[in-house]
Each structure stands twice: as structure tokens, then as C-alpha cells.
């Protein structure tokens, strides 16, 4: 995530998480890893040699879990929290892979090159500003909004690449109109329930840049495992 506000000051606490073969370093204030992060890592369309971006990577638990299934990737994280972003390297070196985590602000045009990505993911705040809803700071668009988020992704993906991230349901509509405006043609979507009497929780969705129209509806994913 990273978009959010996390806490100011010294970290109180770390624990280590084990992610395949890699691990995970996370700490009190950073926003932690979750079912979302482990359901888009999954879902997204990675290939050997693919650059990637991650927008609002957090501890960088995306990225690390997206070279556990390719680890031939170009991995750069941006997070404008500076505790996150040096914990997001931190857990790079620890599991001694390259890549880069850009401390900043991803509206940001001059900090990123236009199209140079295969592949741009994210697990954006999911609730405007003031909507009322639950889950604390980090999950509502204070800093970014989906317009912004979709913006971002628009510019920094090559022509034919790809853009994919979770968010909620009920936003669909939007995020398929916020993805329009910058050429990012939703190809792939799926639904996420907790048990087959429950409503969707969360939506996965994949755009091609300057992709044909023409949507493909994976079958709704069941969440039965727990993130700890």
C-alpha cells in the first residue's frame, strides 16, 4: 500500500514473515501484508524479464512475492512514506535481490520515465476521502485518489503493457472510467468472496495499455487462507 499515512517516528516493532523463499520484514506503523497484496501477486500476468513497478509498496511484500514466481524481474517500488520505502529496501537486501524503491510521490511525473514499464500493480487506498468507511487512514485516498493512481499507471506503462491492482466492488464502474482516460483497456477481472454466501470484497482487475476491447471474468476466487 504506501499511499496512506503510517505512523511518524522509531518503529516499536519488527517481525519476520516467511514469503516462499524469500522474507518478509515488517514493523509497526508500515502497512502490513494481507490477503489483497497475496491475491493480486497472484493474479497479475508476470513474464521473465518484465519491468516492474509496484505504486505504494509499502514494505515491499508485492514485489517480493511477484519474484517468487519470476525472479528475472526489473523490480522498482515508489512510496512516499520514508519509513516504508527503507524498510521496502531493507527487505530487498535481506533477501539479497536487486532492485530499487524510489522514495516519492507518484504523481510525480519527472520521477519515473513515461512507458518504460511491462507491468504496473498496486493495492491503492480503496475509499475516498471522508467516505465513512472503515480501515483507518491507509486504506482512503488522502494522498491519492483513483484517478491519480489510474494516471500514474497510464504514463508509466509501454504500449501493449500492463496495469493490474485490487480495489473494491462497488468502485468498478469508476475504476473502468478512470482506466479508459489514459488507454488502459480492462482484459482480465475477478472477484473475491470469503465464502460463496458472501458478497465480493474485493475486485482484481488487468488492463493493457492500447489493448482491443473485450473483458475475459475469471471464476470468483474463494479466499479460504488466512494471512497470518
Known amino acids: 500500500m ?4 503510517t505512523a511518524k517516528g522509531l518503529w516499536t516493532m519488527e517481525r ?16 502490513p501484508l494481507g490477503a489483497d497484496t497475496l491475491d493480486l501477486s497472484r493474479f497479475a500476468t508476470v513474464r521473465r524479464g518484465f519491468r516492474v513497478c509496484d505504486l505504494g509498496c509499502g514494505s515491499g511484500a508485492l514485489g517480493l512475492l511477484l519474484l517468487e514466481r519470476e525472479e528475472k524481474l526489473e523490480l522498482t517500488g515508489v512510496e512516499v512514506e520514508p519509513a516504508a520505502a527503507e524498510l ?8 539479497g535481490l ?24 498496486s493495492n491503492p487506498p480503496w475509499f475516498r476521502e471522508g467516505g465513512g468507511h472503515s480501515g483507518g487512514p491507509a486504506r482512503c485516498e ?15 506503462v509501454k504500449n501493449g503493457g500492463r496495469a493490474a491492482l485490487v480495489h473494491r466492488p462497488e468502485r468498478l464502474p469508476e475504476l473502468f472510467a478512470q482506466l479508459g482516460a489514459v488507454s488502459l483497456e480492462p482484459k482480465r477481472m475477478r472477484l473475491v468472496q470469503h465464502s460463496p454466501d458472501a458478497p465480493p470484497s474485493a475486485v482484481l482487475v488487468e488492463a493493457v495499455r492500447q489493448g482491443r476491447p473485450g473483458l475475459e471474468v475469471l471464476p470468483v476466487l474463494l479466499r479460504t487462507e488466512r494471512v497470518k
Open 88 to 95: 521496502a529496501r531493507r527487505n530487498l537486501a535481506l533477501n
Open 142 to 156: 488522502e494522498r491519492c485518489s483513483m484517478e491519480q493512481l489510474c494516471a500514474a499507471a497510464g504514463r508509466l
Open 16 to 31: 519476520m514473515e516467511r514469503l516462499g523463499r524469500y522474507v518478509l520484514l515488517q514493523a509497526e506503523g508500515v502497512f
Open 98 to 121: 536487486c532492485g530499487q524503491v524510489l522514495t516519492g510521490d507518484l504523481r510525480d511525473r519527472a520521477l519515473l520515465p513515461s512507458g518504460y514499464f511491462d507491468l504496473v500493480v
Open 2 to 5: 504506501g499511499m496512506g499515512n
